[in-house]
């Protein structure tokens, strides 16, 4: 039995979990997860079923939505505190794999980490991470472990971590199991988030101009997971790469960006080539694939960081405990503080979905999704001036959006006035994005019919009919009949 002192670690790191993420009892499900949770009821029902019960896809696709995200449990509470103690595993592991509290302390509070410990549909990326700590802290379980990390793309390249290993020989055979048993699974992952976008666009096409958005992602995911100022779903960096000119232009470009990305790339080549440093590879060799290279999701997210971050929270602890004392002291605290801080306000937001998107827009104003999925939110509770209000105040910061354009013209239709909505159109159909102007103007002149013929309806018929502040239609023939027929 382990004495007092070598529990000591774990017991800091599992008491920490439970002062920390007890606020995460309290949340609920939001973004995807009432679609996974109405996924597994269906796998659930089917479980009974004795026609599926020796159906090996049944249960391959039974074991991989289960993997994926919420459902396997009865309710919210159960379902976070699974994922929390899920999170807290992983940082045992993380402290069992580098001997350094104060890493696996860092990595447990950091709020790059929000999607794996308090999203539920952050579940395969958090396995994947659980994967690859137990494939590298015990050795015996590498076979079983590529399997598990097939799940998801993130931890694919995993096997290259035992380059420095007495295992290296073995790198390529696990490769090659890798790839047959991933290979399936992600392609079609592939191909079915590629559909979302239009053939030809500058997120699928792979050129050596792409070293630019390289360089660039790194920077700023290293320095986002170091400072996470702005812990979230969306984020605000590469947003329009692709979609406009002007976009696409400022991502090539050799901004300020580009020459952050390129101090972290330096500096982590040189921890890896001078210093040897295997945790500034194990940065690198998983931030790697998440770096808009070829991009099917989107370009930058917190989760693409939830394997990366480990060997960034232990790059931390190594230079923290370089530094002399009060010095490293200070430095921790800071850091530690400074992670609490920003935490909190996420376990609110992960309550349910309105608080979600609302949070998003505090953190970023000018950012565009949360307020365009907000307003919908907003138009399906039948509440259109308070999705036009969300709208209205986010072109105060970006006016000529196309999305946020779509959205105004969907409110002006809901609040009843198409001809201010025929305004916006006018100005949505020069700011249409890149490779849907078939569509869009398509969509637009379809609009534009319905419309004219509406109006043409209202003028036929002004005379006879009146609105009546919202009541029932008044006849004014009808009406002007009877008061010819009393003066007669």
Request: net charge positive; charged share 20%.
């Amino acid at each position: 039995m382990m004495d007092f002192f070598s529990a000591h670690p774990y017991l800091t790191i599992w008491v920490l979990l439970i002062l920390v993420f007890e606020r995460a009892m309290y949340c609920g499900y939001i973004v995807d997860d009432d679609v996974c949770f109405t996924a597994m009821k269906n796998w659930k029902r089917k479980l009974f079923d004795k026609k599926f019960k020796k159906d090996f896809k049944f249960w391959q696709g039974l074991i991989l939505q289960v993997c994926y995200g919420a459902g396997l449990f009865k309710n919210a509470v159960q379902e976070h505190a699974f994922t929390v103690a899920l999170h807290g595993v992983n940082c045992c592991l993380i402290y069992r794999a580098s001997g350094s509290l104060i890493a696996a302390v860092l990595y447990l509070v950091n709020p790059v980490n929000n999607q794996t410990a308090v999203w539920l549909n952050g579940r395969r990326y958090a396995l994947s991470l659980l994967a690859v700590l137990l494939a590298w802290n015990f050795w015996c379980l590498i076979p079983f472990m590529i399997l598990v990390s097939a799940i998801h793309v993130t931890g694919i390249l995993f096997p290259l971590l035992f380059l420095w290993t007495p295992l290296w020989p073995a790198i390529l055979p696990l490769g090659v199991v890798a790839f047959i048993v991933g290979r399936r699974r992600i392609m079609s992952n592939i191909k079915g988030r590629k559909a979302e976008y239009k053939p030809g666009n500058e997120n699928q096409v792979v050129r050596p101009q792409k070293l630019i958005l390289y360089v660039k992602t790194v920077g700023y995911q290293f320095f986002h997971c170091l400072i996470p100022l702005k812990p979230g779903m969306y984020h605000d960096f590469l947003f329009y790469f692709s979609s406009t000119k002007e976009g696409t232009q400022e991502g090539y470009s050799f901004n300020f960006d580009f020459w952050k990305g390129l101090a972290v790339v330096g500096l982590l080549g040189y921890l890896i080539i001078v210093q040897h440093s295997f945790w500034a590879f194990w940065f690198i060799l998983f931030i790697s694939q998440w770096c808009n290279i070829y991009s099917v999701t989107m370009n930058v997210a917190d989760r693409y960081c939830s394997l990366p971050n480990v060997g960034a929270m232990i790059l931390v602890s190594q230079g923290i405990n370089l530094l002399p004392n009060p010095y490293n002291v200070a430095i921790f605290c800071f850091l530690f503080a400074l992670y609490i801080i920003k935490y909190q306000p996420l376990f609110f937001a992960y309550r349910n979905v309105e608080n979600f998107f609302q949070y998003h827009i505090n953190l970023h104003p000018c950012i565009i999704n949360p307020r365009f999925f907000l307003s919908k939110l907003y138009l399906r509770a039948k509440d259109p001036w308070q999705a036009f209000a969300v709208v209205r105040q986010g072109q105060r910061y970006r006016p000529h959006d196309f999305k946020l354009l779509l959205r105004f013209i969907e409110c002006m239709f809901a609040l009843g006035k198409p001809t201010s909505a025929m305004k916006a159109v006018e100005v949505a159909e020069k700011y249409i994005p890149y490779g849907e102007q078939a569509d869009t103007e398509k969509l637009f002149k379809d609009m534009k019919e319905q419309v004219a013929t509406y109006m043409d309806f209202v003028k036929k018929n002004e005379r006879k009919v009146l609105h009546n502040n919202g009541k029932p239609y008044v006849n004014l023939d009808k009406k002007n009949r009877k008061k010819k027929g009393k003066r007669r």
